[in-house]
């Protein structure tokens, strides 16, 4: 867990979150929002990355167009983010494991990815790559507004348990509110 910490601060480490810390604003979507930069990629091209600092919950997905079961899972989570994210407090960023940007940019506009994709080995997301345990995809993370990893495709045993791990935790989450 304390290594998954370390490697969130890392991908932060470009700015001082202190100084960036809005006077509600979770501190580490401050320096994520900032590390990411002009590594954002969008399909509708108008997606601004600020938006992430008045979520609670963060989703960061890594998936490729290469991978069948990505390509199984990737229209379901579209499916669950179109319908939960206007009136919900999450929001969602795509890493992927495709070989270039053009794979991973008509990857993400056929699938209609509503989402932010970081640029291929981008500095964020090589850091965001260290938080998950496995190397498997696809692989889906919840992250709170602390930095703390609550549920990830990966189990302590580093056991592939799937995307939907991630999905059944944000739901019970907002079951129990």
Request: with cysteine.
């Given at each position: 867990m304390k290594k998954?910490?370390?490697?969130?601060?890392a991908c932060a480490s470009?700015?001082?979150a202190q100084n960036l810390r809005a006077s509600d604003a979770p501190v580490y979507h401050e320096a994520l929002i900032k590390s990411i930069g002009k590594n954002a990629v969008s399909v509708s091209g108008d997606l601004d990355p600020a938006t992430l600092k008045t979520?609670?919950?963060?989703?960061?997905?890594?998936?490729?167009?290469?991978?069948?079961?990505?390509?199984?899972?990737?229209p379901k989570l579209v499916e669950f983010y179109n319908k939960n994210h206007a009136n919900g407090d999450f929001d969602l960023i795509f890493v992927s494991s495709d070989k270039g940007q053009r794979e991973m940019n008509d990857y993400m506009?056929?699938?209609?990815?509503?989402?932010?994709?970081?640029?291929?080995?981008?500095?964020?997301a090589r850091a965001l790559k260290k938080?998950?345990?496995?190397?498997?995809?696809?692989?889906?993370?919840?992250?709170?507004?602390?930095?703390?990893?609550?549920?990830?495709?990966?189990?302590?045993?580093?056991?592939?348990t799937?995307?939907?791990?991630?999905?059944?935790?944000?739901?019970?989450?907002?079951?129990?509110k």
């Open positions: 998954l910490l370390l490697a969130f601060v470009f700015v001082c979520k609670k919950y963060l989703f960061v997905y890594y998936s490729a167009h290469w991978c069948p079961p990505c390509r199984k899972f990737t506009k056929g699938e209609k990815m509503p989402w932010i994709g970081l640029k291929l080995d981008s500095k964020p938080l998950r345990r496995g190397t498997g995809i696809p692989c889906l993370i919840l992250i709170d507004e602390t930095g703390k990893v609550i549920s990830q495709s990966y189990d302590e045993n580093n056991k592939y799937g995307p939907y791990t991630a999905l059944r935790a944000y739901e019970k989450i907002k079951k129990d």
